[in-house]
């Protein structure tokens, strides 16, 4: 299968999570769900900041490619928006998933290329400092609900 894809695991807090999910109301793949839309969003958003997960701007084009570009329609990773549009989530339970299955999401993401044409990483995939605060507000305010 292509493509590319970010995975925010629970491993590690198999014991809380068993002690969670003593609350009445709580459920584990409604968290993880609700946490994938979280980061897919955030996601997207990378497509409008131009921005890695941890702050770093992404490459700018080489000059000879900028100088193909139309910049009314154009910019980093977006030409049509299939990319940015095929950004999805989905969970399994304990994990939340966030991806493209595009051919190419992968290299665009990584960087590198077979051809020697030397394509930038600009990476839009994995967990930002604003993302973690989101995160942990979800599971705070999901915590707060059940013990009330």
Do not use: C
């Amino acid at each position: 299968m292509a493509g590319v894809t970010a995975t925010l695991t629970t491993e590690g807090l198999t014991q809380t999570i068993a002690k969670l999910s003593r609350l009445e109301g709580f459920q584990m793949a409604e968290l993880a769900d609700d946490a994938g839309a979280i980061l897919e969003s955030s996601t997207r958003r990378r497509f409008d900041t131009k921005t890695a997960p941890d702050g770093a701007d992404w490459a700018p084009w080489s000059e000879s490619y900028d100088d193909t570009r139309n910049h009314d329609v154009h910019s980093l990773l977006i030409e049509e928006g299939d990319l940015r549009d095929s950004i999805a989530s989905y969970s399994t339970g304990t994990e939340a998933h966030v991806g493209s299955n595009l051919v190419y999401a992968a290299h665009q993401h990584f960087g590198g290329d077979e051809t020697g044409s030397g394509v930038p990483a600009r990476p839009y995939l994995g967990v930002s400092a604003e993302d973690e605060l989101d995160l942990h507000d979800l599971v705070t305010t999901r915590l707060e609900d059940l013990m009330q």
